[in-house]
């Protein structure tokens, strides 16, 4: 899981770093809030389908897959019918008149989401890692090559726009070819539906206050940066966030299912489990703390100077990652012990710091204590799911402590170290790029 995932963010960089000398900040700043929408309705509107097909014992027979294939497709096409219609009423309230024909064009993308082969899911229930992987490849690599093909022909936030559209609907065509060709069709069963839904109220709410918890920085600075820093924001997030989707990813496709799978046998595998997550998170923190101290001058190698204000924000950003990882990893346990409830009040105390401490911040024009909001709203949320992890033994407070010492130990030393050598800024050379944030 971890290399193909590794060659995965890899890639994704390098097209970053290309669709950054060919497009303006300004585009990546509109593309954030695009982006923000669209993972916001389909959030908001997550009812687990997924999660039940993963964790149901009747997740692989013919008929609950049908039924769960149903209400995606009717989901999907819920939710395009309800850009269409919102898109003038969104356009008007960020005064982005560029916005709305973005949202008509991009409207479809969530039908076409639904239409997806219910065998992803399959995928995920039996741990078939190597082939969700193969999956994920492709469906990269033609994003990818798409949206750098039209950036370079384009050259305007379009390119973007179009290349989302056309990688969806590969991915869903392939999506049947590596689910063996095997096509679903329409079908109703009151008790499968049921079983999902009851599962999916929790799955509900969670998502939606998980969104809440996870977007409201990119459509707040949206709303009140220039869309030039936005868009460096935007792109500081990309890099930042690539640690915690892999943790994210470990959660959902290897700790959830297997810690569905042990049922009864849960408390007498916690002690080993919790061996397996302080070892696994070890390697981690090393990692986290190397990419906090070299961080910033990749930025400077990698981008030209209107991206440059972005080697101050990751380091900080990546702090916060750190406790993202943890919840990740408290979250996905939870979750397969069948307690959803953990994960939605985890990321509501993560909104609720940001909701106060983000206006509060910026109130000042500091976009500094913006950055010291989100690390402490991440951390906020680490704690919550923490508390209900203990109960369940796969956790204690004490080693993700140690842990996160050692985060800002390594990355202390190898800033230090790194930076005395000339290889990296150092730190008195990190702190004044602060000053890049105000142009």
Excluded at 25 to 42: D, H, K, S, W, Y
Aim: charged share 15%.
């Amino acid at each position: 899981m971890i290399v193909p995932f590794g060659l995965q963010q890899i890639i994704r960089l390098a097209t970053q770093i290309v669709l950054a000398r060919l497009l303006a900040p300004e585009m990546f700043g509109l593309m954030l809030l695009v982006n923000a929408l669209r993972t916001g309705v389909e959030l908001l509107s997550d009812i687990g389908i997924g999660q039940s097909v993963v964790r149901s014992p009747n997740g692989d027979a013919r008929d609950f897959l049908r039924v769960a294939w149903t209400l995606q497709v009717l989901r999907g096409a819920l939710l395009s019918i309800t850009v269409f219609a919102l898109a003038w009423p969104i356009a008007s309230l960020y005064d982005q008149p560029d916005l709305l024909p973005i949202l008509f064009v991009i409207s479809p993308i969530f039908l076409i989401s639904g239409l997806l082969s219910p065998s992803l899911f399959t995928m995920q229930r039996h741990l078939m890692l190597k082939r969700r992987a193969a999956y994920d490849f492709a469906s990269l690599i033609f994003q990818c090559v798409c949206t750098i093909a039209l950036a370079a022909v384009m050259q305007s936030v379009w390119a973007l726009v179009w290349g989302l559209l056309l990688s969806t609907i590969f991915t869903t065509v392939l999506s049947y070819a590596f689910g063996g060709g095997k096509y679903s069709r329409l079908a109703w069963s009151r008790q499968h539906a049921t079983e999902i839904l009851h599962f999916g109220k929790w799955i509900f709410l969670s998502t939606a206050i998980y969104y809440a918890a996870t977007s409201f920085d990119r459509m707040y600075f949206v709303g009140v940066l220039s869309l030039a820093l936005a868009g460096v924001f935007g792109v500081a997030r990309t890099f930042s966030d690539m640690l915690g989707a892999l943790a994210q990813r470990a959660g959902s496709y290897l700790v959830f299912p297997k810690i569905a799978a042990l049922r009864e046998r849960r408390s007498q595998a916690a002690p080993r489990l919790r061996i397996a997550r302080r070892n696994t998170l070890a390697l981690v923190a090393v990692v986290t703390g190397i990419g906090m101290a070299v961080s910033d001058e990749f930025i400077f190698i990698a981008y030209d100077a209107r991206y440059h204000a972005a080697a101050f924000i990751i380091p900080v950003l990546l702090f916060g990652v750190w406790f993202s990882i943890l919840s990740s990893f408290a979250d996905a346990m939870l979750m397969g012990c069948g307690r959803p409830a953990p994960g939605a009040w985890s990321n509501g105390a993560k909104f609720a710091v940001m909701l106060v401490g983000l206006p509060f911040a910026l109130a000042s024009g500091s976009m500094v204590e913006a950055l010291a909001v989100l690390v402490l709203a991440e951390a906020v949320r680490w704690l919550v799911l923490t508390w209900s992890s203990h109960d369940e033994g796969f956790a204690r407070l004490s080693d993700d402590i140690y842990l996160t010492v050692g985060v800002l130990a390594v990355a202390i030393i190898a800033k230090l170290l790194l930076g005395s050598a000339g290889v990296v800024p150092t730190p008195a050379e990190w702190w004044h790029s602060r000053s890049l944030l105000h142009g």
